[in-house]
């Protein structure tokens, strides 16, 4: 099995460390959704081969667990009470970041990710004081901002101009 989707199926965290033991056992998995399943804890994940991880609309209050899965390209975790994002830094292979849900009080982090090609931040208290957490994104094609707490575009110009994040297409 490559792909797992247990979306919905909170029965099958009910016993959080239980769960990840099990799935951590599926030899072959790369992409594994669990999203609306109620799960509080991803202590259990680190280890996993995954490449792609969605884990959005949970109760997940820290991305410490997720962090230790270095093999994510791609990482929802949208519609979790994540304050802190910070252990995402080193995550240095993502591709595709999609968080937000939470008041984010920082995304310096974000300088660390420069392979990100897509990045989405949703509800996520991304600010105009954070626009420079975004410079040195020279991969990055896609950037949603969607019910964020944004009132000027204009350092989103400067730092295409300067170099520091590629033109965006429409």
Known sequence: VRQLNLSGQSAAFASA?????????????????????????VSGIGGMSLEQLNLSGNSIRSASGIAACASITQLDITGNPLADLSPLAGMGGLTSLSAGGANVTSYSFLNSLTRLKTLVIINGG????????????SQLQQLVLESN???????????????SLPALEN
């Open 17 to 41: 460390d239980g769960a990840w033991t099990h799935i951590a056992g599926i030899r072959g998995l790369r992409t594994l959704v669990a999203s609306g399943c109620g799960i509080t804890s």
């Open 126 to 137: 991304f600010a105009d004081s954070h626009w420079g957490s975004l410079a040195g994104l």
């Open 149 to 163: 707490a944004i009132s000027d575009t204009l350092p989103l110009q400067q730092l295409i101009e300067a170099g």
